[in-house]
């Protein structure tokens, strides 16, 4: 860690009353772990005891102040400056908290208080992949889930308080989202199995979050959907037996596809949603259903080789999403850097593997606009490495595979695709492998095992240096110094507030 690292102080009173509003108006994509009474709670407390002597501090009390520093520095995630930065005192905060995690975390008195302080830390970093490991942390949190029974509701879990049911479903679910959203990613088995989860959805705090937690349900249930495609197609299993039958995967398909494009067809009306919101975006919501879209339907274990109507999907599903990327980028609206550049990245895979595999796309789709869609992929990923340089080895590998392509696209030569198989329109000269290989260090076989094989080589974007398996968590040993507060307006605008 760098020496510039700096604790902040609390914010003026104000400032904080803005930073409660900016997160349950889900200016980030992530789901609410603690409601608004608790969050107010708190930080009422955080603000009562924080120029007492440390010493004298209680417990829960730093526990309080934890919660409010980094629920600040989430909140602080979705304001942006400039051309789409970040206040500097997101990090403060951030460094603020960590001064209370023993607290907060390794004394708790409660598995569901504990639940919650891991996953507030977790939301943090998964805006800001460099300050934590967090795929350890949504290991943790689930492991926790499972030993309190949160996974599986039983009569009496069904018999609780309606308040406390409604809080170990809330944190259910952000675990569960957050664990779903790391296996698919980076192409990790899950930690539990879908079979063994039997919990109803979290109901809204209040009537005001009603169409909130109705956005947050539904996007559970493209989760529980990506869930189920991971299972079935990109798995690795020994052969089926009695106990564990392989799937009819035809009939399978057959069944998801119109369950998918139902999910798209009920998306809660954006016009109801907070207009800063990242779920008012349809651009979001479009990359995010094409994403899953892909996955259905892209080279994988079980279906190593699409037929053409998949190739056709994936070939569109690309494209949109790679149009509804670039957008979002021109607006500052991907947050989470690490996830949109593994999903550009395999968006670009996919586009170039299909153009490359289907005689029919190349001729349907004028050169142009293949070569138009490939490289507006490759600018938007270059620009999101600036922010995640873990990418920087995708980027490479895309713009070389896209620079291949071009050069095929404009070749004079008649076999620059397939060789002498280019006249030839039967199936398997539109849906097979390509029998001459682009003139590049990334050969076509090694682009199908990424895609078929799932794995992008991006968890080294969240799998933190200096992190030790013995430990929770590993951070700056150097003090950092304090910072001034700048007070934020609802155009981003800000001006110093002297603590």
């Known amino acids: 860690m760098c020496s510039t690292e700096f604790k902040s102080s609390l914010p003026p009173a104000a400032a904080a009353t803005h930073l409660v509003d900016v997160y349950f108006q889900y200016r980030t994509p992530h789901f609410p772990v603690l409601d608004r009474a608790e969050i107010l709670a708190s930080v009422q407390t955080a603000y009562r005891v924080f120029s007492n002597d440390p010493a004298t501090i209680s417990r829960s009390s730093r526990r309080d102040l934890f919660v409010t520093f980094i629920f600040f520095a989430v909140s602080l995630c979705g304001l942006q400056i400039g051309s789409g930065g970040r206040p500097v005192e997101s990090e403060g905060c951030f460094h603020s908290a960590l001064q209370y995690i023993d607290s907060a975390i390794g004394s708790s008195d409660s598995d569901t208080e504990t639940l919650g302080n891991i996953l507030l830390l977790a939301q943090y970093i998964s805006l800001s992949p460099s300050k934590g490991n967090l795929w350890l942390l949504s290991g943790i949190a689930l492991r926790i889930c499972v030993n309190i029974g949160l996974h599986w509701e039983t009569d009496a879990a069904l018999q609780l308080e309606p308040g406390h049911l409604k809080k170990r479903r809330r944190l259910f679910w952000a675990t569960y989202n957050l664990e779903r959203l790391l296996g698919v990613t980076l192409g990790r088995p899950f930690s539990i199995e879908e079979q063994s989860v039997s919990v109803g959805y979290p109901d809204a705090p209040s009537p005001a979050d009603f169409h909130s937690q109705l956005v947050v349900n539904h996007l559970l249930k493209l989760s529980r959907l990506e869930s189920e495609i991971k299972h079935v197609l990109y798995r690795h299993q020994k ?9 009819d995967i035809p009939r399978w398909m057959e069944d998801i596809q119109p369950r998918l494009e139902e999910w798209r067809a009920s998306i809660p009306p954006i016009r109801d949603v907070y207009h800063e919101s990242i779920y008012a975006f349809s651009s979001w919501w479009d990359a995010t259903f094409y994403n899953t879209l892909m996955l259905l339907h892209r080279p994988n274990p079980s279906i190593p080789e699409p037929g053409p109507d998949s190739l056709r999907i994936c070939f569109d599903a690309a494209k949109k999403l790679i149009a509804c990327a670039q957008i979002l980028q021109r607006e500052h609206q991907l947050e989470m850097a690490w996830i949109w550049a593994q999903r550009l990245f395999v968006a670009g895979l996919t586009f170039i593997y299909t153009v490359w595999n289907s005689v029919d796309l190349r001729r349907s789709n004028p050169p142009e606009e293949i070569v138009h869609t490939a490289q507006t992929c490759s600018t938007t990923l270059a620009v999101l490495t600036g922010r995640f340089p873990s990418a920087a080895g995708c980027r490479d590998a895309l713009e070389t595979l896209v620079s291949a392509t071009v050069k095929a696209l404009f070749s004079s030569q008649p076999q620059a695709f397939t060789g002498s198989t280019e006249g030839d329109t039967s199936e398997n000269s539109s849906a097979g492998m390509a029998i001459l290989q682009p003139d590049i260090n990334l050969s076509m076989e090694s682009m199908y095992s990424m895609l078929s094989g ?16 013995n430990a929770l968590f590993d951070f700056a040993d150097q003090q950092p110094t304090n910072t001034e507060w700048s007070v934020f307006d609802e155009d981003g605008q800000s001006y110093n507030a002297f603590m």
């Open 239 to 247: 052969r089926g037996s009695l106990a564990f039958p392989s799937p």
């Open 454 to 469: 799932d794995m992008f080589g991006m968890a080294q974007g969240v799998a933190w240096s200096g992190f030790s398996d």
